[in-house]
């Protein structure tokens, strides 16, 4: 069935580290979300990417949608220990059904 | 405004049980979804309910069942619980649906013995 998974699943950096997750689909998607999880948290929303190819930066982070709508990538640039938490893509499908990612988490050390 | 509630916050069953979990959206969303949360499996997509009627559904077994209310509260229900349905259920809502930023509520721990 229907697959996204992200890599790394899980990566530790040092504060002012750069930091990148990747986020690939086995079927093309109709749009990406981007949700943050910090540890006992609920996921929250960071932003949704819908054309093929788009680019969109919220301060330090940069999401980007790939040119077939089947991979997506969340670069933090500068990490800080507030960037903690697990990163989930998430995208629909043919059938308009949301799929998450496998997730990545990200621990920042001081 | 007020965030999506959910209750109750943490409940234990034992196997065999059946469970009622309760969402409030946000005021003016129409779109409730509900998602299961587990180390394992990852998040994975239960249902979503739109103006009363269960718009997408995901893969799971019958056992897992849903309704909205017209004020759109919605309510998920588990019967004959298993120990593999211990997890996180969180439910999330949107003004038009899961195409849209979608807001997660605290979610309800089930443990199932």
């Known amino acids: 069935g229907q697959q996204v998974m992200q890599i790394p699943q899980y990566q530790h950096v040092q504060e002012g580290e750069d930091f990148t997750t990747y986020c690939n689909s086995s079927?093309?998607?109709?749009?990406i979300q981007w949700y943050k999880q910090r540890p006992g948290g609920h996921p929250v929303f960071l932003i949704q990417?819908?054309?093929?190819?788009e680019v969109k930066k919220q301060k330090r982070l940069t999401f980007q949608f790939g040119e077939a709508k089947k991979n997506s990538s969340l670069h933090i640039t500068a990490t800080q220990t507030t960037d903690v938490g697990t990163y989930f893509c998430a995208g629909h499908t043919g059938f308009q059904k949301l799929v998450f990612g496998t997730g990545t988490r990200l621990l920042v050390s001081p | 405004k007020a965030g999506v509630t959910q209750t109750p916050r943490y409940l234990i069953k034992t196997r065999g049980q059946q469970v009622t979990l309760s969402c409030s959206p946000i005021s003016g969303h129409r779109s409730v979804s509900w998602y299961q949360q587990t180390p394992g499996q990852g998040l994975q997509f239960l249902f979503e309910?739109?103006?009363?009627?269960?718009?997408n559904k995901g893969n799971f077994p019958g056992r897992f069942s849903g309704r909205q209310f017209s004020n759109s509260r919605s309510e998920m229900n588990v019967s004959t619980l298993e120990l593999g349905d211990s997890a996180l259920y969180l439910c999330?809502?949107?003004?038009?649906?899961?195409?849209?930023?979608?807001?997660f509520g605290p979610g309800t721990r089930l443990t199932v013995t």
């Open positions: 079927t093309t998607l109709s749009n």
């Open positions: 999330a809502s949107s003004p038009t649906g899961t195409a849209y930023e979608q807001y």
């Open positions: 309910y739109f103006s009363e009627t269960q718009r």
């Open positions: 990417l819908v054309k093929s190819g």
